[in-house]
């Protein structure tokens, strides 16, 4: 599967931006989903993960209750709304297709889209 992810920009703190990722061919309902961000300079981080079938998610503790992640099987796509955003959530922000859930683990993900930036200023 390829994946695109878009929606990136620049907001201020406070504010609020939703990512999407698009897949590509007829398997995306077959895997579980997730997002991660990568912050310049440092390590790339789990942020959600949302199940096959959309009936659970998981989040990391820094975007709990900010963030939302979702999916439309149909569309092939899934979403990441975030909300009260952060200067500290500036980072490249990843989508990821995988066969296990939930996991936060970066290597048991199979796929992964090109990233899209997010820059959240003060």
């Known amino acids: 599967v390829q994946l695109q992810a878009s929606g990136g920009g620049l907001v201020q703190a406070g504010g609020s931006l939703r990512l999407s990722c698009a897949a590509s061919g007829r398997t995306f309902s077959r895997y579980n989903m997730g997002w991660f961000r990568q912050p310049l300079g440092k390590e790339r981080e789990f942020v959600a993960a949302?199940?096959?079938?959309?009936?659970?998610?998981y989040y990391a503790d820094s975007v709990k209750g900010r963030f939302t992640i979702s999916r439309d099987n149909a569309k092939n796509t899934v979403y990441l709304q975030m909300n009260s955003l952060k200067p500290e959530d500036t980072a490249v922000y990843y989508c990821a297709a995988g066969n296990f859930f939930p996991t936060t683990v970066s290597n048991q993900y199979a796929y992964w889209g090109q990233g899209t930036q997010v820059t959240v200023s003060s």
């Open positions: 949302i199940r096959r079938d959309g009936g659970s998610t």
